[in-house]
């Protein structure tokens, strides 16, 4: 379509669906046109895509994840359709902004933070490399929460994003299946002999269907990611005539994370949980049977990906429903279950691998907690004779009452994978030391990688243009040719082009924060920025004590030469966790002292910007300078923050953890600031016990100062709050060792302050950065995943003689 095209089209769709013209249209309406002509123009990519999925009987894989973070979509479709400057130019031309339609756009709040966020990407990428492969997940009401600082706290507000509606889904009333919930279930043999189950009470629920075309970049193929609501069947709406039982139903799929505090809140995130896994695997055994293979090679046709702990209930499912649907026997059914699943670990932290009491399981789906018995007393068994008894009772899948989520996803599966190179080591080695010992051949490795397009082209148009200039655009389609960008190291021009362009972004973001939080911030200076859930492992606190460090500093000596810094924090805590929200109630506390103390003359700002979600990050990370990944070395197992910062040419300060290893491995450590203990260290204090918070709280005069600020009076209105972080560090001995990290941590940040200074070296740093982060394209982690665990085939699309979008495997 060309753009005089686009225009008619545009104001025919208008005229039709409002009976208006554009001079008349609201930005709601203008909006509304405009996702309704982009969905009309890919749904034939979208249903040609999946025709021939089927009639090819291609391989397809199925990412299942409770997040999906997609964030806004109609900028990101039009890129990927090939129309992004083509309608700009085209709704200029009719007086209209596409910003203006793009800030009516609700984001997707489908997700907390990494986890969605590295969804939401893959399903880009999976399109976009032309992979078969589809997302599922919930359509939560609510999403996570609007997250509003009042009196400096967090408060959380209802997230009502599908209060207008959703233009990019699709209600497939057709494709709903029943999930059971509750009651009992008992086994009885039927003629045959066989153990049928037969169930009793318990809740019938419609798992309804709401497709997403997830759009591939300028290849005509459209995947799906499809989202389940509950609905009330009607042969039970008889069942739940009060407000208060249909509500009781409803809120199965209202918000993402129930608060897990209370033993209701618990039961609903369980109940979930089961929800989406049942709708899911069913609608893909459906989908098989329509074409008519043998159900014994169902892992020939079928991949399912298991994406953190939360949808290990595949396993337990897909064997339900081949051993009592299907009537397979049960090795049979055990073989193609291990072939068909794999399964993510996204963590290192003990307490996130999801566990749920016996009594709990057997409450929510009873059927599920019977096979599983069973996988576990078979995998003793089989394992009895081979390895030694406490290895087995550790690694069984129920044990002390509980049932470990993440052994049922290892032993139900045929490939583990962790998330950057030093997350898969010490999977390897220490987490899930006792599986690796069982089924090394299991364990792999596929580094997280993000989405580029959305975080240069969309995000960063400015940058983008500097780079097409003078590298060509052929970066835009393969991320790895950003290191043509190593040639003009020491070119002056380039330099100062990426640094105008990061100057623009700063701008911008300045004006930003001046409207919605109404602090003057200096675009000259440098911007700090950490931007990620708010856990003590993050260790948002040690960022918040070097910047008390600073504030104390000037105070006594308001002439020191430090560059002009402005802290810039993003971040949602979850709504149970005390202590995360009192260190936001602190950094908030401590903004408003310094940003209002005249003394220090603009040296140090603090803004904790509102409800950080992707729209927010895009505004934020191309105008980074900085990019804070200092949590406890050990802790976070990649990180994605990392490397869209890096992408974007902020300098990264970082301990060697997670993804930073590999960003450090590939900018060289002149490129990046390192600092704190290493992962060995800090096992070496776990293992000898010897760390002594409160030694170094008296040794130190520095972490001394800085640590009873938290309690003196020095930052107003944090008596419990200061009181709470302060017993953290001292009375109950430091966990993440921010204080044994603290000096090195402000040695680093002083390289930081003296590389800045230095403006062509700087400049250079943030090149160099820009030109080495292909290699964290999701693009290629998707490649990674299809090639070494999904054994799925990409495909190309191309026109027939009719015109008729037609799409072939690689490999035929």
Known sequence: MNKIEFKKKFSRRLAEKFAMDVADASPDELYQTLGSLMTSEYSQSWQQTWKDYREAEQKQAYYFSIEFLPGKMLKSNLLNMGWLEMVSEGLAELGIHLNDLAEVEPDMALGNGGLGRLA??????????????????????????????????QVELPD?????????EVRKESKAVDVRIGGDVYLSPDEYGNLTPIYQDGMLLRAVPYDTGMVGYKNDIVNTMRLWSVEIPPEEEDRYRSIEDRRAVEDLTSVLYPDDSSEAGRKLRLSQEYFFVSAGVQSILRYYKQLKKPMDKINQYIA??????????????????????????????????QEVMSYTNHTIMAEALEKWSIGMMKSVCPRIYQIIEEIDRRFVEEMTGVHDFD?????????????????????????????????????????????????????????NGIAMRRWTQLANPTMSKVLDDTIGDSWREQPKNLRLLLNYEEDN??????????????????????????????????????????????????????????????????????????????????????????????????????????????????????????????????????????????????GTSNMKLMLNGAVTIATLDGANVEIRDAVGDENIAIFGLTESEVYQYYENKNYSATNIYKENANVHKVVKALIDGTIPNIFAEGQEIFDSLIKYNDEFFVLRDFEDYCLAQESINEAYKDKRRWQKISLNNIAHAGRFSSDSTVQRYAEDIWQIEPVFAHEDDRGVIQHDSYLL
């Open 493 to 638: 021009q380039v330099l100062e082009a990426l640094a105008s362009a990061k100057l623009e972004n700063k701008k911008r973001l300045a004006s930003y924060i001046k409207e919605h939080c109404n602090i003057e911030v200096n675009p000259h200076a440098i911007f700090d920025v950490q931007i990620k859930r708010l856990h003590a492992y993050k260790r948002q606190l040690l960022n918040l004590l070097h910047i008390i460090k600073l504030y104390l500093d000037l105070k006594e000596d308001p002439e020191q030469a430090i560059e002009p810094r402005v802290f810039i924090f993003g971040a949602k805590a979850a709504p149970s966790y005390h202590y995360a929200k009192s260190v936001i109630k602190v950094i908030n506390e401590a903004a408003s002292l310094i940003n209002q103390d005249t003394t220090i003359k603009d040296k140090l700002k603090i803004v904790f910007l509102e409800n950080y979600n992707v729209s927010l990050a895009e505004r934020i990370i191309p105008a980074a300078d900085v990019s804070e990944q200092i949590s406890l070395a050990s802790k976070e197992a990649s």
């Open 160 to 168: 009502e994003w599908l209060q207008k509606g959703n233009l990019w």
């Open 391 to 447: 290895l087995i009772q550790r690694t069984r899948i129920i044990q002390c009452d509980q049932v470990h989520m993440a052994h049922l996803a290892i032993i139900g599966s045929h490939s583990t994978n962790g998330v950057a190179k030093l997350h898969s080591d010490l999977l390897k080695s220490v987490v899930l030391q006792d599986f690796y010992r069982i089924y090394p051949a299991r364990f792999n490795n596929k580094t």
């Open 120 to 153: 939401s990407c893959f399903m880009d990428s999976i399109a976009s490399t032309g992979l078969p492969g589809n997302g599922n997940g919930i359509r939560y009401e609510y999403g996570l929460f609007k997250q509003r600082f009042v009196d400096n706290y």
């Open 304 to 337: 399912i990906h298991i994406n953190d702990t939360h949808p290990a209930m595949c396993v337990a499912e897909f064997m339900r429903l081949l051993i009592d649907d299907e009537k397979l026997g049960w090795e049979r059914a055990w073989n193609l279950t």
